[in-house]
T-cell receptor, first 108, second 115 residues
């Protein structure tokens, strides 16, 4: 069965420090993975998708099939990065399965 | 476009009462999803529609939950009778062509409290 695990419910870092939000998945097929973000008082929105190999707002995520991971990284965190982050797996091309989320707080 | 519109934004009701949540997807989007968010379980997919047809309702917790999409611009999620454990934030999301893109456009959510 498909599953997405985000082991950290809360993550707190200082401004300027590197940040890594962990995501592990379980899926028998070829995975398509995404990161969604929800800023305070805003809607949940797509941050990035692994297939695009893009960097959005300084964030990157690399799919590691050997470790079944898709960790989200940013070398220098900013206060405006404080938000709830969800890792998601596209299952069977039409079903998006989310992890439980990690709340990131970037302290000044 | 105002995006996905959900109503009500907040609902407080008593156990046993019927609750109806409403969603207006973005015009032209063929897919509509209902998710439930709780602290314990995170975001769970309840049901989704493609061109107004329910495709997968395996996430609907039990018979007390039902969802309809009578036309392309409106969907409802109904809970009857409601129970305290149904308290959660319910999100509706739509997508123009979901398969392969994985991008959903979410509403602001309906926060339900069942006393």
């Amino acid at each position: 069965a498909q599953r997405v695990t985000q082991p950290e419910k809360l993550l707190s870092v200082f401004k300027g420090a590197p940040v890594e939000l962990k995501c592990n998945y379980s899926y028998s097929g070829s995975p398509e993975l995404f990161w969604y973000v929800q800023y305070s008082r805003q809607r949940l929105q797509l941050l990035l998708r692994h297939i695009s190999r893009e960097s959005i707002k300084g964030f990157t995520a690399d799919l590691n099939k050997g470790e079944t991971s898709f960790h989200l990284k940013k070398p220098f965190a900013q206060e405006e990065d404080s938000a709830m982050y969800y890792c998601a797996l596209l299952s069977g091309s039409e079903k998006l399965v989310f992890g439980k989320g990690t709340k990131l707080t970037v302290n000044p | 476009d105002a995006g996905v519109i959900q109503s009500p934004r907040h609902e407080v009701t008593e156990m046993g009462q019927e609750v109806t949540l409403r969603c207006k997807p973005i015009s032209g989007h063929d897919y509509l999803f209902w998710y439930r968010q709780t602290m314990m379980r995170g975001l769970e997919l309840l049901i989704y529609f493609n061109n107004n047809v329910p495709i997968d309702d395996s996430g609907m917790p039990e018979d007390r939950f039902s969802a309809k999409m009578p036309n392309a611009s409106f969907s409802t999620l109904k809970i009857q009778p409601s129970e305290p454990r149904d308290s959660a934030v319910y999100f509706c999301a739509s997508s123009p062509f979901f398969a392969g893109t994985g991008e959903l456009f979410f509403g602001e959510g309906s926060r339900l409290t069942v006393l």
